[in-house]
């Protein structure tokens, strides 16, 4: 995701039930390298975590080329510094197993140490050993296949997995070991277990940046974030039964405060209540201060606290550290909202679906809370808008009608569940029936053209296509994917290549395909045999025109439909 560097971001050490002794709290933070070398690089900073109830930290230094600098020679001093400091200030702290020593020759900087097993496995061992008793889990590798070789595959991975596991288990044998990917890479988490990975992981460990953009874009995706973990289930359980239910972690997640103040506080709240909704172990917020890594921090490079901290602080003090959900309602019939068991009351967080305010009558008077200022006040109606609304004591009937909802699946401008086709059409009015786009707001107010019957194919984010994923996510069945499409009024030469994700990743269907002219609409279809749909970069399908010069066509409708076997 970000340089490699990343791979000391945040992960608390996984105390839920599932690995003995108290739930996990879901708040957690974490940092760069800068932040992350030593316990003088934590004292920067993680003072003000503490301040504000922030309890969970993904990793000290454990990397192999820091605890073993030239080979049989290892050093803990410095690990052994920071993670006294961390537990001096109430953090608890896994670790990551990573890296590819200077001095190991068998195998290229930057990737697998596959060639040096037994040189990995002594590493694994000997700092699984001396961290015994205060890092209890740990995360093999960093956002893999990011920060790996150039030709390694999943099963290289997989062999890093299995030997790592053994020797952790028996250095250890009440430690997890876990395993990761990038982005929400489900595909790749599924050839990772078959190449070898099988039964060899106790927790798995996420890191869905570009599904939060998504929401930060106020696209409407909340839907896809909130499948994250069924999705994922749905492959463990086809694939390694046994794991099916292991805890799940968002190691990393974050927002650029560069994309604003405000919006970066937003999503933050939004990415914790609906990573809880979906019971998700934990999330480490990226990053604790600013760093190596560009503005994303709960502090800037000079400490000062950003909006996001005040949200994170006042989450906390109304969720509790084990908040409880209790389930979802729409209100107006539109709009997610997330009931909880707080710290002292039930505590109801709901921002509206589009850019347009809306007002939401409450049955009763409520305390209104200011998730960024702390302030409250007492209201019997709600103006939401796109910034998220905290409501205490939320009146009965809401809490009712959430419990009665809980292990209902998330909705998605409808039930699409049992439809055999969605689509999208395009005119003066947009009309989602299952299928959605990236571009949010902005396609439908893209320019009407044609009579009002199409808009512009090069509207930022319209060309990015994603499924509700109760209509198809994971399971393969053969779907045909239609456009009905035009050049524009100057007939400039367009076209475009479909790009889906598959069982191996993003696959091109076909070749290029070319708008024949404007003087009618245009049918296309493309049958796919082997889609997997799974956002992991947040969408399913784009059409792809390989910059501007080619986009200068118009979309009239797109539908995906499945296909007899």
């Not at 995701?1 to 996990?24: C, E, N, Q, T, V």
Request: with cysteine.
């Amino acid at each position: 995701m970000k340089r490699f560097f990343l791979i000391f971001a945040a992960l608390a050490p996984l105390i839920s039930p599932a690995f003995g002794g108290d739930a996990l709290s879901p708040f957690g933070v974490g940092s760069c390298y800068t932040n992350n070398r030593s316990a003088a690089d934590n004292a920067r900073w993680i003072p003000q975590m503490e301040a504000i109830g922030l309890h969970s930290y993904r990793t000290p230094h454990t990397d192999w080329g820091a605890v073993e600098s030239a080979e049989g020679k290892w050093s803990w001093e410095t690990l052994d510094q920071q993670m006294d400091y961390l537990t001096e200030h109430g953090m608890n702290f896994g670790g990551t197993l990573i890296g590819n020593p200077r001095w190991n020759t068998k195998d290229r900087p930057g990737s697998l140490p596959v060639n040096n097993i037994e040189g990995w496995s002594a590493y694994v061992s000997a700092v699984v050993q001396h961290s015994k008793g205060r890092i209890k889990r740990w995360e093999v590798w960093n956002e893999p296949p990011n920060f790996t070789g150039k030709d390694q595959t999943p099963a290289d991975y997989a062999k890093i997995v299995a030997n790592a596991y053994d020797a952790a288990k028996s250095a250890d044998p009440s430690c997890m070991v876990g395993l990761a990917a990038k982005s929400a890479h489900i595909n790749y988490l599924e050839q990772v277990i078959r190449a070898g990975a099988k039964d060899h992981f106790d927790f798995i460990t996420l890191h869905p940046y570009e599904v939060l953009n998504g929401i930060v874009d106020d696209a409407g995706t909340e839907s896809v974030f909130l499948h994250i973990v069924p999705t994922l289930r749905k492959m463990l359980a086809a694939q390694d039964p046994a794991k099916a239910n292991v805890p799940v972690i968002l190691t990393e997640l974050g927002c650029d405060a560069k994309k604003g103040a405000t919006v970066q506080a937003n999503a933050l709240v939004k990415a914790y209540t609906m990573a809880i909704a979906q019971g998700i172990e934990c999330v480490e917020w990226f990053e604790g201060r600013d760093g190596d890594s560009g503005p994303m921090g709960l502090l800037d490079k000079d400490g000062k606290p950003r909006p996001c901290y005040d949200a994170m602080k006042h989450l906390i003090e109304h969720l509790g550290q084990h908040p409880k959900y209790l389930g979802w309602v729409l209100l107006n019939d539109r709009h997610y909202a997330f009931v909880f068991q707080g710290a002292k009351t039930t505590v109801l967080i709901t921002w509206a679906h589009t850019h347009d305010a809306n007002e939401v009558q409450l049955s009763r008077a409520a305390q209104i809370v200011d998730i960024v200022t702390g302030e409250s006040t007492s209201a019997k109606s709600l103006m939401l808008t796109t910034s998220p609304a905290l409501v205490l004591d939320v009146p009965d009937e809401t809490v009712k009608q959430a419990v009665a909802n809980k292990d209902k699946p998330f909705p998605w401008d409808g039930d699409f569940s049992k439809a055999q086709s969605v689509s999208l059409t395009m005119g003066d009015k947009q009309v989602d029936q299952g299928l959605h786009t990236l571009s949010g707001d902005s396609l439908a107010k893209a320019v009407v053209i044609y009579g009002g019957s199409a808009r512009a194919g090069n509207v930022p984010g319209g060309n990015v296509f994603v499924v509700d994923p109760e209509f198809l996510s994971y399971t393969t069945t053969p779907i045909e994917i239609e456009v009905v499409v035009r050049r524009n009024e100057a007939n400039d030469n367009s076209g475009f290549k479909l790009v889906y994700e598959s069982k191996t990743g993003f696959k091109t269907a076909g070749g290029w395909y070319t708008v024949p002219d404007n003087k009618e609409w245009h049918i296309q279809h493309w049958r796919i045999d082997d889609a997997q749909f799974v956002n992991y970069w947040g969408y399913n399908f784009s059409l792809v025109s390989d910059g501007d010069k080619f986009n200068k066509y118009y979309l009239q409708s797109v539908t995906v439909r499945k296909l007899g076997k």
